[in-house]
């Protein structure tokens, strides 16, 4: 790990700061916590919650989580810097994962195989035995190989990509008008997140998909039209404001104001992880 860190401090690794101080927390994985300052204050995923501006995990928790919930990967940490993940392999089993769209560094905390990355003549293979530290670029293709023992490694990927732009916002408000035009509420739940919470202007909030469906369901009017006014973010996360229009029973037109919050996936789709709306004075 010293050498670990004069490399970073050398700056021979330069591809994030974020991933560099998920590297140096590696130090602190095997005596069975991980320093809560590598990380910024994150998104619990599948809470709906922000995380402490500190916090920390054993490893032993961190292992028990992942064998309760079954399969091989167990993230558990997000920020706007980068995720973190424990990542399990049985000896002799295959590693089908593919090319990912961020950086990404493992810790190896116990188990013996090959690490291969890169194709063609770039190809190069490393061993990985308790204490390496592995890192991969963006779009890289890697995996582990030749597993004597099973695997437990400690993964970090950087999460900083460009913002939002203005024609991926709308994206997300056309899928929207388009699924509720259809009066097909179970597509409509599927442009918020999993976990995506809708406020109903004078009601109980409805959080997730299916209760989002349930609610829609047998409620839509015609016509809707969403314009967008304003909009900001990071890579991870941002919000977007403006006005949405349908048609009136009576040939009029009804109007209002809705306000959302975005939030980008694992596949780089940007959803509804908030959604709100209110008439316009008079409407």
């Not at 590297?23 to 590598?38: D, E, M, S, V």
């Not at 990542?87 to 002799?92: K, V």
């Not at 939002?164 to 597509?187: H, I, P």
Request: hydrophobic share 40%.
């Amino acid at each position: 790990m010293k050498q670990v860190a004069r490399n970073l401090m050398a700056g021979r690794w330069q591809r994030s700061g974020a991933l560099a101080l998920a590297l140096l927390a590696c130090g602190w994985a095997a005596f069975g916590a991980l320093p809560a300052w590598a990380f910024d204050a994150a998104a619990t995923p599948g809470s709906g919650q922000k995380a402490p501006d500190a916090t920390a995990f054993t490893w032993d928790q961190l292992r028990q989580q992942r064998a309760t919930r079954g399969g091989p990967w167990l993230e558990f940490l997000r920020s706007h810097g980068l995720y973190c993940g424990v990542y399990a392999l049985a000896a002799g089993a295959s590693d089908a994962q593919q090319p990912h769209r961020e950086d990404e560094a493992y810790y190896v905390v116990r188990g013996r195989a090959k690490f291969a990355a890169g194709s063609g003549e770039a190809a190069q293979q490393f061993d990985a035995a308790p204490g390496s530290v592995l890192f991969v670029a963006a779009g890289v293709p890697h995996h582990f190989h030749s597993i004597t023992e099973e695997l437990e490694l400690l993964v970090f990927f950087t999460t900083r990509q460009p913002a939002a732009t203005r024609e991926q916002v709308e994206d997300v408000l056309r899928r929207y008008e388009q699924a509720y035009r259809a009066k097909d509420s179970a597509a409509l739940a599927l442009v918020y997140t999993e976990d995506g919470l809708f406020q109903p202007p004078n009601g109980a909030a409805v959080r997730g998909r299916a209760a989002i469906a349930g609610h829609w369901r047998g409620r839509f009017g015609d016509g809707l039209v969403l314009t967008l006014d304003a909009f900001d973010g990071d890579g991870m996360a941002g919000w977007a404001a403006g006005t949405w229009q349908l048609d009136g029973r009576d040939g009029g037109k009804a109007t209002g104001r809705f306000t959302v919050g975005l939030r980008r996936g694992r596949d780089g789709e940007w959803r509804m992880s908030y959604d709100t709306y209110h008439d316009a004075p008079g409407g």
